[in-house]
């Protein structure tokens, strides 16, 4: 049975937002970081992974059912993961609105449980945005982050949520939407 690489995610659709995510980005140039590209910018609810079409039958049914309305999240941190002294993944934060982001989540989450995906302790609302390859100038990105915490991205409005399909190329990774649900 065919495979396909899915994830469920919030869209960052607001251009205003993105032009400033590009223009951090080109700040962060002098290090080795492979960047996130515009158009797949977003925050990821939950990766799937490798999924079969009655799985994403499924999924789909668990999106339609989900109750809300639509929400404004601000965009207004950023920070890395593991920890600051050993960057590997840099990341645009939510901040006012993040708890809508972290209701529609906990109201999917269980759902996926009961499919079989494994229980996220927690989810903390992020859109990444790069991936270091290497500790090249390592100090100056680690003080851009800490210089750069704070900033303020815009805030944008959240109509809907995707789940979408991922096909890996040597490029970059391609998204389709397989099912948008409006809020």
Known sequence: MEKIRAFMCIEIKDQAILDKIINFQNDLKFANIKFVERENIHFTFKFFGDITKPIIDKIID???????????????????????????????????????????????????????????RHYSPHATIGRVRSGKNKEQLIKKITESKDFKFGTMDIKSFQLKKSVLTRKGPIYTIIKETFL
């Open 62 to 120: 668990i999106m339609e059912k989900v109750e809300g309305e639509s929400f404004k999240v601000a965009l207004e941190k950023v920070g890395v993961f593991p920890k600051l002294s050993f960057p590997r993944v840099i990341w645009v934060g939510a901040g006012e609105g993040a708890d809508k982001m972290i209701q529609l989540y906990n109201q999917l989450n269980p759902n996926f449980v009961k499919l079989g995906f494994k229980k996220e």
